[in-house]
């Protein structure tokens, strides 16, 4: 019975590890572009795409893995805790009022703060990260008890902002988008270090797996229901604040816990990861805050930026990277790439976006062909 249940443990570990402001923000801009159909358009690649990470890599499977990706899991995991930070400075300006003086403070202040206490769990050892996974993914609902849960009132429109009355698109770019997302989600798993521990850790990796998959689609519904229709935006309140800051703390601290223990062959450079997390949170200041209205709102155009990174730039490295596609045709993807996903992600041109990822499909399948005698 106990090898089970740590298996069930390591797949809600998963649940809270995997838990970004991704499933905690996305969904509200989906329902904004899209209603429903848009954000089960989300959950279903996602939810599918980490289920399956467990269903086909086993132990050995996962080790090789690690060896053969290397320092693209150590990228992943500093492109992770930046994005965090980021959406922390960015969301706590949310609750700090209109001085501009305090919203900065804020903007600056609450990434530091999760980055200073999940450096500390970081060092502690694998067991209590496990059970502390296991035990936030299990609580996590009970926020719904706090104001600003499901017995909150509506909220009106803030000053200044469209409501949104219904879907702002039409089906077509949610369905050009759609390979992207698909993409997204079967190739992010691949470099993710907290599900290669879970799968080389639990006794079996399918029944976490499949825990994690059930649980993470229950954990995306209930981000879900703090939907305001009125506005297009979450009901803000102590409910949702204390479920960002416990899971951004968490993840941040699970991903900082996989880069401090990574081996030479997954590491980068300890510079670069520093660079590329201060950057994350110089990126939440007001100053860099933008919207592209009625659709986005301040902010959110660097949200989908940084979301580029799961949407582009590793489902090309899985395509590319692992098979040995040159370095400099990866690199020209991506600069093929980038435009490609900001046209579909700020001006919903999303029949651009499949492009850079039909393109590393071809390089890797070119780079694999047998040379003709």
């Known amino acids: 019975m106990r090898r089970p249940l740590e298996s069930i443990q390591w797949g809600l570990y998963c649940t809270s590890s995997w838990t970004w402001c991704i499933g905690m923000y996305l969904p509200f801009i989906m329902l904004r572009l899209w209603g429903w159909p848009g954000f089960w358009a989300f959950l279903v690649p996602n939810v599918v795409g980490c289920t399956l990470f467990g269903l086909v890599l086993d132990r050995e499977r996962s080790r090789l893995l690690v060896r053969r990706l290397g320092w693209t899991c150590a990228l992943f995991s500093a492109v992770t805790v930046a994005y965090q930070l980021y959406f922390a400075g960015w969301a706590a300006q949310a609750l700090a009022g209109d001085a501009p003086g305090l919203r900065t403070a804020a903007a600056t202040g609450a990434p530091v ?170 990126l939440a200041l007001p100053a860099f805050a933008f919207a592209i209205e009625p659709a986005l709102r301040a902010g959110e155009p660097t949200y989908l930026g940084f979301l580029g990174a799961y949407g582009l730039l590793f489902p090309v490295l899985a395509l590319t990277e692992a098979r040995g596609v040159p370095r400099a045709a990866t690199l020209a993807i991506l600069a093929l790439g980038v435009p490609c996903y900001l046209l579909g992600a700020w001006e919903f041109r999303t029949f651009l976006m499949p492009l850079p990822i039909v393109a590393a499909v071809l390089a890797s399948r070119l780079a694999h062909r047998p040379a003709r005698a």
Do not use: K, Y
Request: glycine fraction near 8%; hydrophobic fraction near 60%.
């Open 113 to 282: 703060a999760v980055l200073a206490l999940a450096a500390v769990l970081a060092l502690r050892d694998d067991g209590l990260w496990r059970t502390l996974g296991a035990a936030l993914a299990l609580a996590s609902p009970a926020v719904l008890l706090l104001p600003g849960g499901l017995a909150a009132p509506a909220t009106a429109a803030p000053a200044g902002t469209a409501a949104a009355a219904g879907p702002l698109l039409g089906p077509m770019p949610l369905a050009f988008a759609l390979p992207t997302i698909v993409a997204g989600f079967l190739a992010s798993p691949l470099f993710d270090l907290t599900f290669h521990r879970a799968a080389q850790h639990a006794p079996s990796p399918r029944l976490a797996f499949l825990a994690f998959g059930a649980t993470f689609a229950a954990m995306l519904v209930l981000v879900a229901t703090f939907n305001d229709p009125a506005t297009g935006l979450p009901r803000m309140g102590p409910a949702i604040a204390v479920l960002w800051a416990v899971q951004l703390t968490f993840t941040v601290g699970a991903h900082l816990h996989e880069l401090f223990r990574a081996p030479d062959s997954v590491r980068i450079p300890a510079p670069a990861t520093g660079g590329i997390v201060v950057l994350g949170i110089m």
